[in-house]
């Protein structure tokens, strides 16, 4: 059966006309699941009996169950959640002063393989639906019975290797009678998958798109990022422009650093060099180092030379404040402990 929270309003108003009822029911029963947050057709008692049979008898209502939970002392949760096939995803609540974040997966396991993963030990089994995109939201939102704000799709997978269900699931998270996440407080990253960003620039949704960049060669971004042998950094950097010119949007570029591997004051250089002129802003992630890992985490003094360097040749700059240090920092790793079967 098709779970209903995959249908954003407009589908949900189609499949409802197709069963002989009014578009409105859509309305309350986007009301039931995203502001009552009810887990049952049961529950959507303004609704007649008889269509609350038809619900049940060609939908369901998916609702994960929470397999563990990690709270850090700064109150980032890190979620670990039962998606009702035997597969597991992993999900986390950050606390920021401007409000509550929630980093969601896209897919179950991911096929890029970025070095500095903690997700790449973990194969690729399936997308996940929007509906379960949702879920995660609704299920960290009723476990915490705090409000998020903002969503980055930061968590395991590649948001855009999944970009139909991930669209939808922006369109349901933005929509007022949805999730009422604003477009602007909606983050969707990716490795570089450019086409998609191409594809991403005619949507006219007004999320910030957010790079994987990490790297400023095409010989360093190869090691770290195999999706850099498909896609090199030029036609990465072209793609971006576009997606600028056509939508006025600034992009995020992410650069995670590591010891004397990209981290290092020609990096800067040649980065300033690469974005000169883009509308966008970097975000410099001291990088986790995960277990196995072939990366080490830079120095802090490192960091604050190479922020400063790019800061003082015109490109925008920050520090990701780190979150969640004192449990699984790296996204992937509460998984991997817990779902040692999953690993390749
Ligand atoms: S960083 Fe993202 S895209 Fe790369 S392997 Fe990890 S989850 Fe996949």
Redesign the pocket.
Known sequence: MKNIKDYDLENLKEELKQMGEKPFRAEQIFKWLYDEKVETFDDMTNLSLELREKLKSNYTICNFNILKKQESKDGTIKYLLDVLDGNAIETVLMRYHHGNSICVSSQIG?????K?????GIKFIRNLTSGEIVEQILRVEQDTKERISNVVF?????PLDNYENVVNAVHIINNPKGLNIGARHISI?T?GLVPKIYQLAEENIQCTLSI?LHATTNEKRNQM?PINNTYPIEELLQACKDYIAKTNRRISFEYALAKDNNDNLEDAKQLSKLLKGMLCHVNLIPINKIENGKYDKSSNENIMKFRDYLNEHGIVATIRRELGTDIDAA??QLRRKNLKGDIE
């Open positions: 991911c096929k890029m393989g970025c500095f993963c903690a997700s790449t930061m968590g395991i997978g590649e990253s490795s994987s990022m996204c992937g």
